[in-house]
């Protein structure tokens, strides 16, 4: 007789979302309210939700970045699942192809997640917004393309330097790679582990709000 598996450990990538979370500037912020509560002698709580659909962890779409690019309902599940590598980037203050190609990613390696400056310096959970966070050149969007990755995720809001948006995004997603930005990795360990990101099936929708997970065995 077998013994059952064991169960595995499940660290949780995802900050709460609340009208505490900080926010890119300029995007709504998060607004919960409740048309219906108990408290109030309704017969139940219903909460109504309006956000961006880049909101705390999420994925961008091809239609973030692309002229008819696709929406976050046909982002497909099997880059979203399957095995990761999580790749500390130790002091470096930018992901660029120079930097990628010195960093032990295997070649394997078909979703990358990044532990970066922005997870030491506690950014993901910061009540305020930092635009000197950590993020992937244009270059290093080339190098992960060519490296056939096809799932990227980072630690802070954005996949891009603050200010320089458009072209990491634009090589990333025409490639067809999945962009999964505001991560908490803080309890991420480096190395193989198995990730499960489940966005919102938004129709069209530039981006989707998601759940994301590591499971490690
Ligand atoms: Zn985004």
């Known amino acids: 007789m077998s013994l059952p598996p064991a169960e595995p450990t499940i660290i949780d990538l ?9 926010v890119w ?22 909460t109504e939700l309006a956000f961006s659909a880049h909101t705390g962890t999420h994925v961008d779409a091809p239609a973030h970045y692309l002229p008819d690019g696709a929406g976050a309902d046909t982002l497909p599940l099997d880059a979203l699942i399957g095995p990761a590598w999580v790749v500390d980037t130790g002091p470096a203050a ?3 192809a120079s930097l990628l190609a010195g960093l032990e990613i ?3 390696a078909r ?6 400056q922005n997870t030491t310096r506690g950014l993901m959970r910061s009540p305020q917004f930092h635009p000197d966070f950590v993020a992937i050149t244009e270059d290093g ?9 096809v799932l990227v995720g980072v630690d802070y809001f954005s996949v891009a ?14 490639a067809g790679v999945v962009v999964v930005e505001g991560l908490d990795m803080t309890q ?3 190395g193989a582990s198995f990730l499960v990101c489940l966005p919102l099936k938004l129709q069209g929708a530039d981006g989707a709000p998601a759940r994301a997970v590591l499971i490690q065995r």
């Open 94 to 96: 930018a992901i660029t």
């Open 188 to 190: 991420a360990p480096p």
């Open 106 to 108: 295997p070649s394997t």
């Open 161 to 174: 330097p603050y200010d320089d948006l458009a072209p990491t995004h634009r090589v990333l997603l025409a």
């Open 14 to 22: 995802s900050p709460t979302i609340s009208p505490d979370l900080p």
């Open 25 to 46: 500037p300029g995007d709504p912020r998060v607004i919960m309210r409740q048309p219906y509560h108990l408290a109030r002698g309704d017969a139940f709580t219903l």
């Open 111 to 116: 979703r990358v997640l990044f532990r970066t």
């Open 141 to 149: 969007a080339q190098w992960l393309v060519e490296a056939g990755v």
